[in-house]
């Protein structure tokens, strides 16, 4: 899955806090599932929708296995009406016991069932939601007018809301679907149609050939109006699914899959295994998630998948290339091969990750998409250095605590992590380790410790101790470089830490690679174990955690740093990122003075790469976020605005012929970061070029449009704030309405600010766009957001689907930075279940943190820039 980043994890406010005594069991590793004695090995069901009055019926039988005489079979069910239940051989009918808090429901006999097969035949109903997990209904405004599509959202564990089942990743089992739908539409699921019959009754009754055996959350089922374009890729049928008259836009999706499936058969060793593959597309959006991997069927929202050469930007397409590298990586590991619980969800998501990254720079290298990651891995790393982080494997209690693990820890330290073990063995053992994984797991469960035992097993460096090291325990370790006596050169380790509890020492293996030492010089330090080069410091100053792939922070000694600094025009772009993170993020946290990153701005050579230009002016935008409200903001933004001038003469307002992407992602930072920054320049310019536009439509496409209506819109008055929602309600284009409704709250103007959160209310912007659109204030107020969603706090989770409800709440308060604010969202935390406290103690973090940055750091920042100003 993809999950949504800005609100960094999800977790069930909504869900009930814990087992009531009984029945579900504790299991050996720990958690709450199911018993274990009946388990089901085949469901064929048949469903029939409702899609209007959003109800659904079925009919289901379960194949099963009784292991030891019970007189109970229990399953998952959640907001399921069932109205008959038969066991084959008994004439005795169970009576239906439901557990609404654990989700179950127990088919109880007065006698036991002896072992052996058994097929469980239940009749029942379920409801079709507006939010997206379980069944759920899209609408959207089509030519012939207003029209219902219909799709499904299982993980983590939503599968319960559309057939009874056991609900875990670890049972894996058949699945047989048919519909009852309308005649006319066309339906999707994980495998091909098997068969398709016109009823009488003006619907047909379509059959999708058998599942493998998978997982329950991997389960798919789509309806709707839709058309599907298609293309053999070797054996297998490769489509895109889109609503109808949208085939135009579903090109550049079909080609990246096609040009991806064969990279993919070959890397992880076995072909994929489905007949077909699609790629599926519905409006709107989920504060929870962009993209899901559904086996066969892999769900997208429109602006995850869809290109329209009108409107989408560079960043957009790759954006998408990158969100369809993910999911295709899914097909595999987490498909075919699938996490035994939650708690190494990781496993799925840290490895998607990284894969998708080293997928796509194999076919564009030219994106440089590893210095893209790093921003990504930065995040994580944040999040990791403070309370309220978690080790990468995290025990996983039950599945309402399981949303939890979707965070920027799994998904970002995961991707890190993978990758410094990678570059540790090797590309070529890791490859063989992981085909060797993928063979021996196929169609089954693994836990983490799978993977590193094949990797170990053909590789002579072995990685078991260091990849525990990284993923049983929290925190980031802290590299210090110095040079004892002035020749030779000292590596020790210890705990980077912002704040008191994640200061407590701890000790990682830690695979280290030291440029311009020897060829390069590469090392374990822990510790215990400091590493010592001696004769080392050269007239090349030695640069720590070379090529950027550890996951550490890196300190040097004075001297080294200067040595280091004079040669930032001759280090790798790579590096050059590693000097600029490392020394922001020591410097707010005080292992460093701050004004070693602002002496590296101040040198940052407009020459450099468009990706590190472009990290110094996101940089430069997070400081100002600080800056906030403070004495030494004016001065801040000149000194900064200032840095940046060079480097936006060079790209200017219009695209170049021929210019590569990176300079199109470059242009588009510094006007985001020059119009954070209030350049009258830029303000100005991007309101002629609107003006322009309003009278002359289709003068501005792609990223231009973007930016000139994004820099308005952050400017805007009364009037040009009425202009953009005029233009909101007119957009066709979802995801295009969708950004226009966010920018109203974009504005820099507090009373536009209250417009916009009393707009989010009305039913003007669609159900869910609607908490877009609070969010887009919260970035800018967000105490004044914060307010709003607690004053109408039933309305707002109504537009929120349950598992994102105290993510989303968390996600407007997060960007604060004032002391006031850590306690409201204290008192709120006290309102939600103990297990969804998780985002709450993140954001408590982040936002101590901020405030002591602000009163701790910037004094001293204030006194370098006023020595060395604009
Ligand atoms: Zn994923």
Avoid at 298 to 314: C, G, N, Q
Avoid at 582 to 600: I, K, V
Avoid at 811 to 836: E, Q
Wanted: with cysteine; charged share 20%; hydrophobic share 45%.
């Amino acid at each position: 899955m993809k999950f949504v980043l800005a609100l960094v994890a999800a977790l069930v406010a909504a869900a009930p806090a814990l087992a009531a005594p009984g029945h579900p069991k504790r299991t050996a590793i720990g958690h709450v599932a199911l018993p274990t004695n009946v388990r089901p090995l085949r469901y064929d069901v048949t469903i029939t929708p409702d899609a209007p009055n959003l109800t659904f019926s079925g009919q289901e039988k379960i194949q099963l296995t009784v292991a030891s005489p019970t007189n109970r079979i229990e399953l998952n069910a959640a907001d399921i009406a069932f109205r008959k239940a038969a066991l084959s051989g008994r004439a005795e009918r169970p009576k239906v016991v439901l557990d609404t808090t654990q989700q179950t429901a127990a088919f109880v006999f007065s006698t036991p069932i002896a072992p052996g097969h058994y097929t469980l035949s239940l009749d029942f109903t379920g409801v079709i939601y507006e939010q997206a997990s379980g069944l759920f209904a899209l609408d959207y405004q089509a030519e012939t007018g207003k029209q219902r599509a219909i799709f499904t959202q299982f993980e983590n564990s939503d599968a319960r809301r559309f057939i009874p089942s056991w609900d875990e990743p670890g049972v894996k089992s058949v699945f047989a679907l048919t519909v009852h739908a309308p005649a006319g539409q066309m339906a999707i699921s994980n495998m091909p149609v098997a068969s398709s019959v016109a009823g009488a009754d003006g619907r047909q009754t379509i059959r999708f050939a058998d599942t493998p055996k998978m997982s329950s959350y991997l389960l798919f089922f789509a309806l709707g109006d839709f058309e599907r374009v298609h293309r053999m890729v070797g054996k297998t049928d490769v489509g895109v699914v889109v609503r109808r008259g949208m085939t135009s836009q579903a090109q550049f999706a079909l080609d990246a899959a096609a040009q991806l499936l064969p990279y993919y058969n070959d890397y992880f060793g076995v072909d994929y295994p489905l007949p077909k593959l699609d790629f599926i597309a519905g409006p709107g959006r989920s504060q929870f998630f962009a993209a899901m991997e559904n086996w066969g069927a892999i769900y997208y929202f429109d602006y995850a998948l869809l290109v329209d050469p009108k409107l989408s930007t560079e960043a957009d397409k790759q954006g998408i290339y990158v969100d369809i590298a993910h999911e295709m990586a899914h097909q595999w590991f987490g498909d075919l091969v699938t996490m035994a619980w939650w708690d190494d969800l990781w496993l799925n998501e840290g490895f998607a990750s990284w894969m998708e990254n080293k997928a796509t720079d194999h076919f564009h290298p030219e994106w440089k998409i590893w210095l893209q990651t790093k921003g990504g891995e930065q995040g994580a790393m944040r999040t990791d250095s403070r309370g309220g982080t978690h080790p990468v494997i995290t025990p996983i209690k039950d599945v309402f605590a399981a949303a939890n693990a979707f965070d920027g820890i799994t998904y970002q330290k995961g991707h890190a992590v993978i990758h410094m073990l990678e570059s540790y063995v090797g590309e070529d053992a890791f490859r063989a380790g992981v085909r060797n994984y993928i063979a021996h797991h196929a169609y089954g469960n693994t836990v983490t410790d799978d993977l590193w035992r094949e990797v170990d097993a053909v590789s002579p460096k072995k990685i078991t101790d260091i990849a525990h090291d990284f993923t049983l325990q929290a925190g980031v370790p802290l590299i210090a470089m110095d040079s004892p006596g002035g020749k030779s050169v000292r590596l020790t380790q210890s705990r980077f830490g912002a704040d008191a509890v994640s200061k407590t020492p701890r000790t990682w293996r830690t695979p280290v690679t030291v440029w311009n030492i020897g060829e390069p010089w590469k090392v374990v330090v822990s510790a215990g174990r400091p590493a010592v080069a001696t004769d080392a410091v050269t007239r090349n100053c030695p640069i720590v955690n070379a090529g950027q792939t550890g996951y550490f922070r890196s300190a040097y000694s004075p001297e080294l740093w200067a040595c280091a600094v004079g040669m930032f025009d001759r280090l790798t772009p790579e590096d050059q990122l590693g000097l600029i993170y490392d020394s922001r993020a020591l410097g707010e946290t005080g292992y460093a003075p701050l004004t070693d990153f602002l002496a590296l701005a101040d040198k940052a050579p407009s020459a450099a790469t468009s990706e590190v230009v472009r990290t110094f002016a996101q940089q430069i935008a997070a400081l100002d976020g600080l800056y906030d409200g403070q004495p030494g903001q004016a001065a801040f933004r000149a000194f900064a605005r200032a840095r940046l001038a060079p480097a936006f003469a060079r790209v200017g307002w219009d695209k170049k012929p021929g210019e590569p992407d990176s300079e199109a992602l470059l242009r588009s930072t510094l006007l985001a970061t020059l119009s954070q920054l209030d350049d009258p320049g830029v303000v100005a310019e991007a309101r002629r070029r609107f003006a322009a536009w309003l009278t002359a439509p289709g003068s501005l496409t792609g990223a231009q449009r973007q930016m000139v209506i994004r820099t308005v819109a952050a400017h805007a008055d009364a009037a040009t704030w009425d202009q953009l929602h005029a233009l909101g309600q007119k957009a066709v284009d979802i995801t295009d309405k969708t950004r226009l409704y966010a920018y109203l709250g974009a504005s820099h103007d507090p009373a536009l600010a209250d417009r916009a959160l009393a707009l989010s209310l009305t039913k003007d912007p669609s159900a869910t766009d609607a908490p877009e659109l609070i969010s887009a204030v919260a970035n800018v107020y967000p105490d004044k957001a914060w307010a709003f969603v607690m004053s109408h706090r039933a309305q707002v989770e109504a537009m929120v689907e349950p598992t994102s409800r105290t993510t989303y709440f968390t996600s407007i308060a997060s960007g604060a930075r004032d002391p006031a604010m850590a306690a409201r969202l204290t008192a709120f935390a006290a309102t939600v279940p103990a297990s969804a406290r998780g985002e709450v103690d993140k954001a408590l973090a982040a936002i101590r943190y901020r405030h002591d940055v602000v009163t701790q750091r910037l004094p001293a920042a204030d006194s370098w820039i006023a020595a060395h100003p604009g």
